[in-house]
């Protein structure tokens, strides 16, 4: 299944607050679409925009760090079971990232990382891991050379690294470069 989450509407509330699922199966060895929304559970998230999920398959959830809602930068943190279509809030230790929007999200081994962003005022480059056993949010410190800030990358987890690819820094500049994050010793 894909899930879809929010996202920016362009006029009125600016961000949307539902949920669809792409379900996909396969017959006679062709995929097969259908569409779905479903009657969720609990408390959604509420409008969502320039936000990010990721599966993690400890809790069979989605986990959404909420960007912004339309009106404000926020750095709430919600999951979506998949079993029975439940949002809850992910209620977490520690220090949580700043608010922010557009940033980047992968998840590995039981580790969430929220990279970069904007929080309204500055483009970030900063690093923030969330422990998904303990929901412990950390803010490692972090060596080598520091990928400029940016928002609107791509970050992915392969092996031992997190894998950074492009955004746009100061003036909507474009980057087209890579950065890799050593998971284990912190170093770009």
């Given at each position: 299944?894909i899930?879809?989450?929010?996202?920016?509407?362009g006029?009125?509330?600016y961000?949307?607050?539902?949920?669809?699922?792409l379900?996909?199966t396969?017959?006679?060895?062709?995929?097969q679409?259908?569409?779905?929304?479903?009657?969720?559970h609990?408390?959604?998230?509420?409008?969502?925009?320039?936000?990010s999920?990721d599966?993690?398959?400890?809790?069979?959830?989605?986990?959404?760090f909420?960007?912004?809602?339309?009106?404000e930068?926020l750095?709430?943190?919600?999951?979506?079971?998949?079993?029975?279509?439940?949002?809850?809030?992910?209620?977490?230790v520690?220090a949580?990232?700043q608010?922010?929007?557009?940033?980047a999200?992968?998840?590995?081994?039981?580790?969430?990382?929220?990279?970069?962003?904007?929080?309204?005022?500055?483009?970030?480059n900063?690093?923030?891991?969330?422990?998904?056993?303990t929901?412990?949010?950390?803010?490692?410190?972090?060596?080598?050379v520091?990928?400029?800030p940016?928002?609107?990358?791509?970050?992915?987890?392969v092996?031992?690294?997190?894998?950074?690819?492009?955004?746009?820094?100061?003036?909507?500049?474009?980057?087209?470069?890579?950065?890799?994050?050593d998971?284990?010793e912190?170093?770009w």
């Amino acid at each position: 299944s894909i899930v879809l989450i929010g996202g920016w509407l362009g006029v009125g509330p600016y961000a949307a607050s539902d949920t669809h699922i792409l379900q996909v199966t396969w017959k006679d060895g062709l995929p097969q679409f259908a569409w779905l929304q479903p009657a969720v559970h609990g408390t959604p998230p509420g409008p969502c925009n320039m936000h990010s999920a990721d599966y993690v398959d400890l809790h069979k959830s989605v986990y959404v760090f909420r960007g912004g809602n339309g009106e404000e930068y926020l750095n709430d943190l919600h999951a979506f079971d998949l079993d029975d279509w439940t949002w809850r809030v992910v209620d977490t230790v520690g220090a949580r990232p700043q608010p922010r929007a557009n940033h980047a999200s992968a998840y590995a081994d039981g580790q969430l990382v929220i990279f970069g962003g904007w929080n309204g005022t500055t483009r970030l480059n900063d690093v923030a891991i969330l422990d998904v056993t303990t929901h412990t949010w950390t803010q490692p410190w972090v060596g080598g050379v520091l990928p400029q800030p940016r928002a609107g990358m791509t970050l992915v987890a392969v092996q031992d690294y997190w894998i950074l690819w492009g955004g746009s820094g100061t003036s909507s500049k474009c980057f087209g470069d890579l950065h890799l994050l050593d998971r284990h010793e912190m170093v770009w």
